[in-house]
């Protein structure tokens, strides 16, 4: 594989002490590429995110176990003060817009980073990425639609040059087209500004389209990995994350007796 | 008729006051929920460490004045540094009890330098801002107050609409967890509302003081007037507390007036409880962005 600009060892995740999230979790994300993480709820997708963008300890969680390396150096339990400053920047799930700002005031929260730096070109490529945020600059954030603020968000992380962007769940709660559109400018900024991309999803198919690599989690553990192509072929991905194949085909439900498909990997 | 406005003046002026102070509540309460039970005594504190720097050490009247708003504002950063920071992640509660436990700290800490005597601030303010037109009298105090609260609110109002670490303050008040995944250093954004109360705190301090002399029982007491006012004006608006302010100050000089002295500091908790009835969220309070 090609350059690798990070590289997850065997991580193993504690929330308050007790409660062990990820269970020896190892990935490797290459320079420029996107990477998708596929998994059904409470596998332990947020969490990952969190432990490379040091958003756990808030959440009084910590990386007990392994070693996460952005290019070359080590990450586990440091501030997210210090990550953000290395360029990893996280898109939240559920969006979380600051209400109270208006659009651009939350575009330019973005730039703490590098703060007192100038800003304007970065607004224009933001603007430029989603033009649907140059109409509404002057609204407050609270009063925008959902797939205005999943822009929003995906914008102000832009604001930050991240040279690794980590995309929780950015499909929730859209329409399809929305869904469309978004990952359509995903893919830009992904093949445009160089920008690596960590994708976590539900909507397997979607990811698979857009990704290069995916992984999937079940449990705190990868349990498969791949190119995506080979996943997207994969009969155990298809049967539970992409719907249909598998078991009896279409109709499978009005057979007396449907099988559900064992878990290979399990 | 020339009793209402004189009244009215003396009101607003005493009401830019606690609208300063009430607004360096505010900024600590919305940018980490904390209820400073303490402001009384910073109040106190620029009053006194102002006349010390005047009287004692015999700094000019400006260079005082300086000195105190930079030590107050230092020490706001410091009390968030070694007394707040290491209970980050606690129960809101106990930080709470804390700014109990740092009023009463800092009460005797006046106590023991100062004494509880009341003591007079030299005059110093210039003749010009003695005005008088007719019957209508505002004496110089009164001309600063609101001189200096409106030069404040200005500049605090372009502060947080315009430049970054204002927007960076009204971030981590709006959504911490975003923030922070944005590298809003949000710690710092702690200390410099705690030091930005303390200043403002300060000043109001030194011009109550210049009105009605200063003791530590009277200045404390102004933090507790604090509370009708920004509850009154919303917890959570900057504007709010100012306009709070205004009011609470105007009712007093009024009560004050007309009916009677004692009553004055009644009449304030009286309308703050009728208002709370109908508006919970106080007049300027945020009313919650649903999205359904």
Known sequence: ?266 | MDFFIQLLVNGLSVGFLYGLSAMGFVMIFKSSSVLNFAHGELLALGAFVFLSLHSVVQLPIGWAFLATLTGCFVLGFLIERFFLRPLIGEPLIYVIMLTVGLAAMLRGLLLLIWGGNLRTLPDFLPAWMDIQSGWLRIPPVYMAAILVGVLFLVLFGLFFKYSAQGIFMRSVADNQRAALSLGVHVRRVFALSWGIAALVAGMSGIILGLMNGISVHDLSAVGLKVFPVVILGGLNSISGAVIGGLIIGVLEAFTGGYLSPSLRDVVPYIVLVVLLLVRPYGLFGLVEIERV
């Open chain 1, 1 to 266: 594989m090609e350059d690798t600009l990070l590289e997850i060892n065997n991580i193993s995740v504690v929330y308050a002490d007790v409660i062990q999230v990820l269970k020896g979790v190892s990935l490797q994300v290459p320079n420029r590429r996107i990477v998708s993480l596929l998994g059904s709820n409470g596998a332990g997708k947020t969490t990952t995110l969190k432990a490379v963008s040091g958003l756990l300890k808030p959440e009084n969680g910590r990386v007990t176990d392994g070693a996460i390396l952005y290019e070359g150096h080590p990450l586990e339990n440091r501030s997210p003060e210090q990550i953000t400053r290395l360029g990893i920047i996280q898109v939240l799930e559920g969006r979380q817009p600051f209400k109270y700002l208006t659009i651009e005031e939350n575009l330019r929260v973005g730039t703490a980073t590098r703060w007192g730096k100038p800003y304007r070109k970065d607004l224009e490529l933001v603007y430029h990425y989603f033009p649907v945020l140059w109409d509404r600059r002057k609204a407050l954030a609270g009063y925008c639609s959902g797939g205005e603020l999943q822009m929003l968000v995906m914008g102000r992380a832009l604001m930050a040059h991240p040279k690794l962007l980590l995309l929780d769940e950015p499909s929730l709660g859209l329409a399809p087209l929305v869904v469309e559109e978004i990952f359509r400018i995903i893919a830009r900024i992904n093949g445009e500004q160089q920008t690596t991309i960590i994708l976590v999803e539900q909507n397997a198919r979607i990811a698979l389209e857009i990704a290069h690599y995916g992984y999937v989690m079940e449990n705190g553990k990868i349990v498969m990995e791949g190119a995506s192509e080979t996943l997207k072929d994969n009969p155990d991905v298809k049967e539970f994350y992409l719907g249909g194949g598998g078991a009896g085909g279409p109709g499978a439900y009005q057979q007396p007796k449907s099988y559900r498909r064992r878990k290979r990997w399990l």
